[in-house]
């Protein structure tokens, strides 16, 4: 159990005894994201923070190429944290690519998890046929390319764009800061799998009470991307935010918040 929980620097906070809540950051990112939407639901839930493995303070010598060249790698991990803290109706809150290994990780142990908050998530980036993504191929093979040419280049370039809030400049550093500090060989490494991944197949097959929450203009999941997975997964709730950009729970934590909240039974 030790050694799992030091692997994704796992951290519990809020009421021992409330549900549990387990929230996942997304790429280039760490558990310190959270720090503006936690406190909201510490009153009444068991918080989990984790980092990724190579992300944060995890421990990089458990990087796996193999092992996590796919999205259930990341998803074994979630379920292994689960397990070792002996969890059960867990509400697994993911951003934007967590938002699919959480589908994943309910995949491997229905049994853990009792509700799904996805935020901007994204099932495949990519175009194919009718299904919009919001990149073409050649979109994600040019953002591949400039990231293995220059990590930091990419990420001062990048990092904004995501962030979609000009008029907070300080959050966009932030995140700049953040893809800088990961580990260039693993940052490429997980940037692959995310954007190439494809995990449409995967939605029908979610069973429990589930939020979508949709930014405005958000570039990396697009409004038609949030609407698609809302209706691939039956009985989901679908709530656009006002907020812009991918990383509302950033930009907006109190709409995000109470969004949440919203969609919790009371």
């Known amino acids: 159990m030790e050694k799992v929980l ?7 906070t809020g009421s021992p005894e409330g549900r549990p809540m387990m929230f996942a950051h997304g790429f280039g990112c760490d558990q310190q994201m959270w720090r503006f939407v936690v406190p909201e639901f510490e ?4 918080i989990v923070l984790f980092d990724h493995v190579g992300a944060g303070n995890s421990d990089l010598q458990a ?3 193999a092992k996590y060249n796919s999205l259930r790698g990341y998803a074994a991990d979630v379920v292994e944290i689960c397990r070792a803290l002996d969890l059960t109706d867990v509400v697994f809150v993911g951003h934007s ?3 699919m290994i959480g589908v994943l990780a309910m995949q491997q142990a229905p ?3 009792g509700g799904l908050v996805m935020i901007g998530p994204s099932p495949r980036y990519v175009d194919d046929g009718d299904y919009v993504g919001g990149f073409s191929r050649s979109d994600i093979a040019g953002l591949l390319d400039a990231l293995d040419a220059n990590h930091l280049g990419w990420s001062a370039q990048m990092a904004p764009v995501i962030m979609g809030t000009p008029n907070q400049p300080e959050l966009a550093a ?4 953040s893809f800088c500090r990961t580990d260039p060989d693993i940052t490429r490494h997980f940037a692959r799998v995310t954007f190439l991944s494809d995990n449409r197949a995967d939605l029908a097959g979610v069973a429990v009470p589930t939020l979508v929450l949709q930014c405005t203009e958000d570039v ?9 997975v809302h ?3 039956p009985g989901s709730v679908f709530t656009q935010l006002a907020a812009t950009g991918h990383c509302p729970h950033l930009s907006a934590p109190e709409e995000t918040a109470a969004a949440i909240r919203a969609f919790l039974p009371g």
Request: aromatic share 8%.
């Open 6 to 12: 030091q692997r994704n620097c796992v951290r519990l």
């Open 43 to 46: 009153t009444d839930h068991r």
């Open 63 to 65: 990087y796996d190429r």
């Open 97 to 99: 690519v967590s938002a």
């Open 111 to 113: 049994e853990v998890f």
């Open 174 to 177: 932030e995140l700049t800061n």
């Open 220 to 228: 990396i999941a697009p409004e038609v991307v949030g609407r698609y």
């Open 231 to 233: 209706e691939q997964i």
